[in-house]
């Protein structure tokens, strides 16, 4: 079993910056997933970003006003904490993020995917 509790959201103006943590407890395998996901009220979860942690490769949302190029996914194993920071923030950008676990290495975008999930954390991002 795997826990996660997402942290670091807040309100912040358009422009500004925050950082999201996802802190895992429980036995994470260097073959898992992490993945980070919104949902926007009225709208369906979203894929964000991806990566394995044991790092490498990442995987970040492709669709119109992709957040590539201003946010990032790490991971510091030590601390089996997973982050994604989140730079030029946007009004469109607001949500409840969620950071989820999945038990294979290979990086998916949809959410069934996934086997744990955190409980989320608000960004409201003001115009």
């Known amino acids: 079993q795997v826990q996660l509790v997402d942290s670091g959201g807040g309100l912040v103006q358009a422009g500004g910056s925050l950082r999201l943590s996802c802190e895992a407890s429980g036995r994470i395998s260097g073959t898992y997933t992490i993945g980070w996901f919104r949902q926007a009220p009225g709208k369906e979860r979203e894929f964000v970003a991806a990566m394995r942690w044991t790092g490498g490769s990442t995987y970040y949302a492709d669709y119109t006003d992709s957040v590539r190029g201003r946010f990032t996914i790490s991971r510091d194993n030590a601390k089996k904490t997973a982050y994604l920071q989140m730079n030029g923030l946007k009004p469109e950008d607001t949500a409840v993020y969620y950071c989820?676990?999945?038990?294979?290495?290979?990086?998916?975008?949809?959410?069934?995917?996934?086997?744990?999930w955190g409980q989320g954390t608000q960004v409201t991002v003001s115009s």
């Open positions: 989820a676990v999945r038990e294979r290495s290979d990086l998916v975008s949809y959410f069934p995917g996934y086997n744990y």
